[in-house]
Nanobody, 123 residues
Framework: VQLQASGGGLVQAGGSLRLSCAASERTYSSYAMGWFRQAPGKEREFVAAISWSGGPTSHADSVKGRFTISRDNAKNTVYLQMNSLKAEDTAVYYC?????????????????WGQGTQVTVSS
């Protein structure tokens, strides 16, 4: 499975971005998907995850109410809508998938990773 993340960029605080992650194989539809982020000097942290059905989702407390994960299985794509962005959201954002339909929160529980897309929020 190859994952291609896109949609990052530079935005002012309070603005919005939508990240996309396109998967290359049809087995994507049976995998749970997640978004993680890593700021300079910090560990990679969980942002959001979604089950293969698109039903159960989970969001980190730090982004709850501002970010929304969704997926379109017909397009093999998962999205992260980010609103009310803050300077502390600045990081490289990675999409990941795991060989299960169950959501998990640890980076080491995901099997495939995209290359990352930079999100920079200016204050």
């Amino acid at each position: 499975v190859q994952l291609q993340a896109s949609g990052g960029g530079l935005v002012q605080a309070g603005g919005s971005l939508r990240l996309s992650c396109a998967a290359s194989e049809r087995t994507y539809s049976s995998y749970a998907m997640g978004w993680f982020r890593q700021a300079p000097g910090k560990e990679r942290e969980f942002v959001a995850a979604i089950s293969w059905s698109g039903g159960p989702t989970s969001h980190a407390d730090s982004v709850k109410g501002r970010f929304t994960i969704s997926r379109d299985n017909a397009k093999n794509t998962v999205y992260l809508q980010m609103n009310s962005l803050k300077a502390e959201d600045t990081a490289v954002y990675y999409c990941a998938s795991r060989r299960s339909n169950l959501i998990r929160w640890g980076p080491n529980e995901y099997h495939y990773w995209g290359q990352g897309t930079q999100v920079t929020v200016s204050s």
